[in-house]
């Protein structure tokens, strides 16, 4: 067991969050909440002792073994292979590797010969299934995993539901893969961006965003509740105020017979003022109830131009590929206004089928196609940015936009004064997503084309691209695993590229029946 007492951690005079309090146990399944940039990959880090924080103290009862696992591998662990990777973490030798993991490259279709080439030649889905090979084999108490479904096949999330599920074990997770929360959180830790500390709900994934739901409408009405309190005292005050007024004032002429009168009306007018005084001091003993001040939303709108021709991409009897990976020969049409989801296992070539359609990959064999007027909005699964740049610099080179409006539509995705001087190579994976997707909402487009569009963005980001996707007119392919994100945004058409070739099926629930048979 571990606890956190006080924690405070700041980044670049930023507080992500203060005054923390948590305990994680051994059988916790236990969900990491919040909004990209708000501190949860730090908030790991610094549970599992490898960051610095600013105040409090963490204390690991039983001596617990605490293993982090990223998001993904670091740059600095690209230039070497899988093997050495996985031997390194392990502490074993490279010529014991595959008899160490050997039961999981079955487990979860993937190639042993894979782990010889460097990782920065594999897929994304290739690294994330060295990675959760690493979880897979841990001997850790408590497992800090900072967003694991990233890029993982269906296979790949059933192993990982069934690992977590089957373990006595304590689970902290950052995820925003809504089918696999629903199926073992047991608590959801959010951090409060706005009030710079953290809430623990003792709920599921699903009671949790029932209890959120419940909470903003009380919010609302607790403090129009205060509002219309206010307005009432305030008239009451004033109404006292004016009579008390009137009374002091008495008749204009009065005869010898109205003293009394006017000496009655002198009295009450002072009872009056007196009520007065007192719900003036009512109103400022009211306890001020401030309205929900919630950042802006983010405003995901796609820019469609005029319609492209019919064809939109075609590959006929096309091979290609990349070291000694083939796929082909391929034949398919896409067609202008088709919805197009491509599904299939890790490390088969859905990325390299996208680039294909694209012209971005080179044939081996056969003709590829861009139809006439077809302007691509292009979201890559793996973005890097190498540049010294920050981000309102790279925006403005990238978008075409002049700052003023720049500065505008950044703040719409999370991006303020401070997020917007930072260097684009050190913004997190989920600001990169949101960055690329800003830079694509001011781009002229009638053709989106998605690889894993829903890694690394948080619930807010993931709700508002469905609302963009399912409102687009245009042409949409997209590579994804995210079951839930695809059954929301609707496809007509679903794809499965496996064992070097495509098949057109009915839908991922179709392959989600085949894995698990």
């Known amino acids: 067991m571990i606890s956190l007492e006080n924690i405070s951690k700041s980044f670049n005079n930023k507080t992500l969050f203060s005054g923390v309090n948590l305990t994680v146990s051994e059988n916790d399944r236990t969900v990491l909440i919040g909004k990209n940039g708000s501190g949860k990959s730090t908030f790991l880090k610094i549970t599992a002792g490898l960051l610095d924080f600013d105040d409090g103290k963490i204390n690991n009862h039983n001596n617990s073994k605490i293993t982090y696992f990223p998001q993904e591998i670091a740059e600095k662990e690209q230039d070497k292979t899988g093997r050495e990777l996985i031997a390194q973490n392990l502490l074993i030798n490279e010529n014991k590797v595959n008899g160490e993991i050997g039961s999981l490259f079955d487990k979860l279709k993937f190639d042993p010969e894979k782990l010889d080439n460097k990782i920065n030649t594999l897929s994304g ?16 108490d408590i497992f800090l995993l900072d967003e694991p479904t990233n890029n993982i096949d269906l296979r790949g999330l059933f192993v990982l539901e069934e690992f977590i599920n089957s373990k006595n074990k304590g689970f902290l997770i950052v995820s925003h893969d809504r089918k696999f929360l629903n199926k073992f959180a047991k608590s959801i830790i959010e951090i409060d961006d706005k009030e710079k500390t953290i809430k623990v709900y003792d709920v599921s994934y699903k009671e949790y965003l029932k209890r959120k739901k419940t909470e903003e409408i009380k919010e609302i009405e607790k403090y129009n509740d205060y509002i219309e309190e206010v307005k009432k005292i305030k008239t009451s005050i004033f109404k006292r105020k004016q009579e008390a007024q009137e009374m002091q004032r008495g008749p204009k002429k009065p005869r010898d017979n109205d003293k009394y009168v006017v000496g009655f009306k002198k009295d ?29 939303p983010l405003n995901l709108k796609f820019n469609i131009i005029e319609r492209s021709g019919n064809m939109v991409f075609r590959l006929k009897n096309a091979v290609f590929g990349y070291n000694n990976f083939l796929l082909g020969p391929i034949d398919i049409t896409i067609n202008y206004g088709e919805r197009v989801v491509i599904i299939g296992p890790n490390g088969e070539g859905k990325s390299t089928l996208l680039n294909a359609l694209l012209g971005k990959t080179k044939l081996i064999n056969g003709t590829a196609e861009i139809g006439s007027k077809v302007e691509i909005g292009y979201l890559s699964q793996e973005i890097n940015f190498n540049q010294e740049e920050n981000v309102i610099e790279y925006f403005l080179k990238e978008a075409s936009v002049n700052e003023i409006n720049a500065g505008r539509i950044l703040a719409r995705f999370g991006f303020f004064e401070k997020e917007m001087r930072s260097k684009v190579n050190t913004i997190s994976p989920g600001q990169r997503s949101r960055l690329v997707l ?12 998605l690889d894993e569009p829903s890694n690394h963005l948080d619930g807010e980001a993931l709700d508002r691209l469905e609302i963009a996707m399912k409102c687009f007119e245009g042409t949409i392919i997209m590579v994804s695993h995210d ?35």
Do not use: W
């Open 125 to 140: 889905g290739e690294k994330s299934k060295i990675l959760l090979m690493l979880i897979l084999k841990s001997s850790a």
């Open 268 to 296: 009450r007018s002072k009872k009056i003022s007196s009520q007065a005084v007192f719900l003036k001091k009512k109103l400022e003993d009211l306890e001020e109830i401030k309205r929900s001040r919630k950042p802006l």
């Open 483 to 517: 079951r839930c994100f695809i059954d929301r945004v609707g496809f007509e058409k679903t794809i499965l590229v496996e064992n070097k070739r495509i098949e057109e099926i009915k839908d991922y629930h179709e392959y989600e029946k085949i894995v698990t048979s």
């Open 438 to 449: 800003a830079i694509l909402m001011t781009r002229p487009i009638n053709c989106l084309v």
